[in-house]
C-alpha cells in the first residue's frame, strides 16, 4: 500500500473518529431547542450535583430554620414547572452564611444564604433570582464552563493566592467543588437573567422587583470600595444590568397576562423576622485578638491585622500580604499522632521536623514539613492538639524562604490554643433582623436613630430595606433593624 493511500485512510479514520465524538457529545440546549457541543451528560450533570452537594453542605451549614427552608424550596419548586427543564428534581436549600449570594450547580441544585434573604424586600425580589439560578441550570451553564471553571472561596473574602494551598489542608470533602463556584460570563448572566424575569413572570411575580434587588447589589458594591459583593464575585455584572432587567420585565409582563404578585414588603419581612444577621458568634466568633468558639468551648489569639474568615469547618487567616495563611479545623485521626500522621501521608509532605509536646496541658505534636506548590516549595507549620476527644489541627504555611519570619507568629497563633478562658464568651448571641412598624412619621435616617441604630451602620441597615436613608416613611411602614 503506498504511503499517499494509508495517509488518505488515517485521515478518513481520524475524521470519523472526530464526526463520532462530535455526534456524541452533542446535547440540547433546553432554552434554544438547538443541538450544541457538550461533553457533560445530563445524567453526568446529576450526578456532579449530588457528589458535590454535600461538600456544600459541610463547608457553609444549612441554616436551622425549617419553617423559612420550606418557604424558600416551595417557591423554587412551584417555578421549576415554568423552567425549560419541568421534570428535572431540583433541591433547593438555605445556607448558614452572612454572606450576601445565591448560587446552583449542575443538575438542579440551588442554594441561598440567609445572607441574601435578609436583603430582599420582597417575595418578587427572591422569584427573580430564584428564576436565575434555575436559568443557569436549565441553560446548562455549568457544564459549558465545566473547562474554564475557577475554583472559588464563596465568600470567604481571602486571596486566591493561596486558595488552592487551603483546599490542600482541609479535611472537607472537596469532590466537585471545582465547578461549584463558577464565575459566568456575562453572556450566560444577561441570559439567566432573561429566564429569572421569563419563570417568575410566568410564576405569577412582578419581575421588575427583580431588577430593584440588582440596585441593593450595586449600593453594596459600592459601600464596600468598589470590591465586588460576594454575589457579584460568582455573577459578573452586565452592562446595564438594572435597566435591562426592568426592559424584560415589562416586555414579559405584556405576553404573560393576568395579576403579578410577590409585592407586598409587608408580607416579606414577617417571613424573615428574626433572621440571623451578620455573623453568628455561636459559631466562633473574634474579639479582641481571640477567636472563640463558644459550643465547641475552645479559643486561640489572631494574628494582629490578619483577615478572619470563619466557616463551619474550618477557619482561615490570611496575612495582609497575602502571601501567608493559617487554616484551622478538626484532624483525621483518634489521637494527635494518628492525626499528623494521616496529615503527613495524605499530603505527600516531606516531614522536616516532628515532636510531641504540651500545649497549654494538652497533648500535641508539632511538624514542621515542605510541599511542592506552582510556586515552588512550601513550608508548613502544623500542630495536632487533643481536647475533650477530639483532635484539632492548624497549618500554618507560606513559601519556604519566608518561612523564619513568619514561623514566630505561626507558632504564638497555634501555641495559644486552649480550652475556654473567657466565660462571657458563652453568654455571646448572635444579632437577627427585627422587623419595628413606625409610630412617627420621618425620614429612615431618623426612624433608625429612633430605634437605636449607631451611626456607622445607617447606611448599612438602609441598604438591608433597600431604600435610602432620606426616603420618607409613613406610620405603619414596616423596617428592618438588626439587633
Not at 109 to 119: D, E, M, P, Q
Not at 157 to 186: C, M, P, W, Y
Request: hydrophobic share 40%; aromatic share 10%; glycine share 8%.
Amino acid at each position: 500500500m503506498s504511503r499517499m493511500r494509508l495517509w488518505s485512510k488515517m485521515n478518513f479514520a481520524l475524521s470519523s473518529l472526530l464526526v463520532a465524538i462530535f455526534v456524541w457529545a452533542c446535547a440540547q440546549d433546553y432554552v434554544t431547542g438547538k443541538r450544541t457541543f457538550s461533553l457533560v451528560s445530563d445524567a453526568q450533570e446529576v450526578a456532579m450535583g449530588q457528589e458535590a452537594d454535600p461538600s456544600i453542605v459541610a463547608e457553609y451549614g444549612v441554616y436551622d430554620d425549617a419553617s423559612l427552608a420550606t418557604y424558600v424550596d416551595g417557591i423554587g419548586q412551584s417555578m421549576v414547572k415554568f423552567s425549560h427543564r419541568p421534570t428535572l428534581k431540583f433541591t433547593f436549600r438555605l445556607m448558614d452564611t452572612p454572606v450576601v449570594n445565591a448560587f446552583a450547580l449542575p443538575g438542579g441544585y440551588v442554594y441561598f444564604t440567609r445572607g441574601i434573604l435578609a436583603h430582599f424586600n420582597s417575595e418578587a425580589e427572591l422569584a427573580g433570582v430564584m428564576g436565575h439560578e434555575i436559568g443557569h441550570v436549565t441553560a446548562r451553564h455549568g457544564a459549558e464552563q465545566m473547562t474554564k471553571a475557577q475554583l472559588a472561596t464563596l465568600g470567604l473574602g481571602v486571596g486566591t493566592i493561596l486558595s488552592e494551598d487551603f483546599r490542600r489542608f482541609s479535611n472537607v470533602a472537596q469532590q466537585g467543588l471545582g465547578f461549584i463556584f463558577l464565575k459566568f460570563g456575562r453572556d450566560n448572566e444577561s441570559e439567566s437573567d432573561l429566564l429569572g424575569v421569563e419563570y417568575s413572570t410566568r410564576a405569577g411575580y412582578d419581575a421588575m422587583h427583580m431588577s430593584r434587588f440588582f440596585r441593593t447589589i450595586s449600593r453594596l458594591t459600592q459601600k464596600s470600595g468598589g470590591g465586588p459583593p460576594t454575589f457579584l464575585s460568582t455573577h459578573p455584572n452586565p452592562d446595564n444590568r438594572e435597566a435591562r432587567v426592568a426592559a424584560l420585565s415589562a416586555e414579559w409582563q405584556q405576553k404573560v397576562s393576568g395579576p403579578k404578585g410577590g409585592a407586598d414588603r409587608n408580607a416579606y419581612l414577617r417571613k424573615i423576622d428574626g433572621i440571623v444577621y451578620g455573623d453568628d458568634p455561636r459559631q466562633g466568633f473574634v474579639e479582641n485578638g481571640y477567636f472563640y468558639h463558644p459550643e465547641l468551648r475552645f479559643q486561640f489569639s489572631v494574628p494582629a491585622k490578619w483577615q478572619v474568615a470563619n466557616q463551619p469547618a474550618q477557619v482561615m487567616m490570611v496575612n495582609p500580604e497575602q502571601n501567608a495563611g493559617v487554616q484551622f479545623s478538626l484532624g483525621q485521626g483518634a489521637s494527635a499522632r494518628e492525626a499528623a500522621n494521616t496529615f503527613a501521608t495524605n499530603a505527600q509532605a516531606e516531614v522536616l521536623r516532628n515532636e510531641a509536646m504540651r500545649v497549654n496541658g494538652l497533648s500535641a505534636v508539632w511538624l514542621v514539613s515542605n510541599m511542592p506548590n506552582e510556586q515552588g516549595v512550601l513550608r508548613v507549620m502544623s500542630y495536632f492538639i487533643e481536647m475533650d476527644g477530639k483532635v484539632y489541627m492548624f497549618h500554618g504555611y507560606t513559601a519556604a524562604n519566608q518561612f523564619d519570619a513568619i514561623a514566630p507568629t505561626f507558632e504564638k497563633t497555634m501555641r495559644s490554643f486552649d480550652r475556654l478562658r473567657n466565660q462571657a464568651a458563652l453568654t455571646k448571641q448572635p444579632r437577627r433582623v427585627k422587623i419595628e412598624t413606625v409610630n412617627q412619621p420621618g425620614a429612615l435616617r431618623e426612624v433608625l436613630i429612633s430605634y437605636g441604630v449607631k451611626q456607622d451602620e445607617l447606611e448599612d441597615i438602609a441598604i438591608l430595606n433597600g431604600m435610602t436613608l432620606q426616603d420618607r416613611l409613613e406610620r405603619g411602614t414596616l423596617v428592618k433593624v438588626a439587633r
